[in-house]
Each structure stands twice: as C-alpha cells, then as structure tokens.
C-alpha cells in the first residue's frame, strides 16, 4: 500500500482545505477532529508523508507520541478532564478512512462514553474548543 498526496490530511498539511489547528512543530500538526466523538477530540498527525503507523518511520512515531502527550496534557487542562483515550486505525480493515497517518487524542470524562462517529460539528463550537486548548498549551 502506498501513501497518496492527495488525501485529506496531506491537504490540510499543504492548506488547502481549512482545520482548526492547535499546535504544530516541525515534525508534527494538532488539529481538531471535524465530527468531534468527544468535545476537544485532536488528530496529531507527522508533517511527512507516512500512510499509517506500518509504513511510519521510528522518527515519525516518536513525533506524534510526544505531540500526542502535549495535546493530552493541554486537554485534561482545557476541559477540566479525568483522562484520556488515544486511538489509532492501521488500514481499511483496522478502522483506517483517512490515509495519513494519525492519532485521535480524546478527552474523557468519569462515566461519559464516546459519542458514535460521523457526526458533524458545528465550525464555532470547533473554533471555541480549540481556541480552549490553544490558551491551555500556551
Ligand atoms: P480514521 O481514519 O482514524 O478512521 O478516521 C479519520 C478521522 O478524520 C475521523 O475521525 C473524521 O472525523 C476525521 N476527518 C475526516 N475528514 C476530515 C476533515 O476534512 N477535517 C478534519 N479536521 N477531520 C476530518
């Protein structure tokens, strides 16, 4: 399997199509997930092209792990959260849609369960959630 440049993550990489980013470094961008299954739900995903964690380099995976923990961080901070569950789909037949690699970083809540996928957000809700992590990673 190889990676294609035209997916949707490569596309916000290179802004082309717009997201609501929280945190980027050279090696790794954090933005928020458009159909939320938790409110402040991130993606952190490499700069570089890598389809999934199968074809990552180590450089790669190491990376997101440490954007992963900031974001997590900046999460439990922002929403006032008990903890954390990070999620991460390898291929059509692991879960994957999106073929660039990325982690779901979402905050929990004591007794709250994920809300089901595919639900859109609203943009301001998305953009007020954000703009929360953003002041808590600042
Ligand atoms: P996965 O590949 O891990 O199953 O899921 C891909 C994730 O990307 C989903 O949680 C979905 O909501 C999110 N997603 C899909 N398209 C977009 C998009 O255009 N922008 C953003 N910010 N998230 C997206």
């Given at each position: 399997m190889s990676y294609d440049n035209d997916n949707i993550f490569a596309k916000i990489l290179r802004s082309e199509i717009p997201s609501e980013r929280v945190y980027e470094d050279d090696a790794t961008l954090a933005f928020m997930d458009i159909?939320?299954?938790?409110?402040?739900h991130v993606l952190v995903i490499p700069k570089?092209?890598?389809?999934?964690?199968?074809?990552?380099?180590p450089e790669q995976l190491a990376a997101c792990l440490v954007t992963v923990q900031k974001i997590a961080h900046a999460q439990i901070k922002a929403f006032n959260a008990d903890g954390t569950t990070l999620q991460q789909f390898n291929e059509a037949a692991g879960g994957q849609e999106v073929f660039h690699l990325h982690y779901h970083v979402l905050p929990r809540h004591e007794g709250i369960r994920l809300r089901p996928p595919g639900t859109m957000e609203k943009p301001e809700l998305l953009k007020e959630h954000a703009e929360k992590i953003r002041q808590a990673l600042s």
């Open positions: 159909m939320p299954r938790a409110d402040g570089g092209a890598a389809r999934n964690m199968l074809d990552a380099t």
